[in-house]
């Protein structure tokens, strides 16, 4: 059983910044997501869930959602049993909520097919 914790979320300014991580034991052997989901439909299933963010379990291959290339960056210590999402330049659509998913695999698939996932952080971007 992986118990993923996220953490890092808050209030942002347009142009500002936040890292968001996300830790548990073991997570190491997984692939690692960055999911999103709109403020208030935190009841909708899983699969309304976008993805943002995927780093591989074994050579820390990475991938991006298109509208957040170049402004985010996914990383992974596993020393440290953690996750990191580093969100630069951040726009009030990247407003959400963002949840750690881990999929047994070496990369990760759509919602549906992460076999873990955290409580989820709230990002706000607001002037």
């Known amino acids: 059983q992986l118990q993923l914790v996220e953490s890092g979320g808050g209030l942002a300014q347009p142009g500002g910044s936040l890292r968001l991580s996300c830790t548990a034991s073991?997570?190491?052997?997984?692939?690692i997501g960055w999911f999103r989901q709109a403020p208030g439909k935190e009841r909708e299933g899983v699969e309304e869930?976008?993805?943002?963010?995927?780093?591989?379990?074994?050579?820390?291959?990475?991938n991006y959602l298109d509208s957040v290339k170049g402004r985010f960056t996914i990383s992974r210590d596993n020393a440290k049993n953690t996750v990191y999402l580093q969100m630069n330049s951040l726009k009030p659509e990247d407003t959400g909520v963002y949840y750690c998913?881990?999929?047994?695999?070496?990369?990760?698939?759509?919602?549906?097919?992460?076999?873990?996932w955290g409580k989820g952080t709230l990002v706000t971007v607001s002037s």
């Open positions: 869930r976008e993805k943002v963010a995927c780093i591989a379990s074994i050579n820390g291959d990475t």
């Open positions: 998913g881990a999929e047994y695999s070496y990369y990760c698939s759509g919602p549906t097919r992460m076999d873990y």
């Open positions: 073991g997570l190491e052997y997984y692939a």
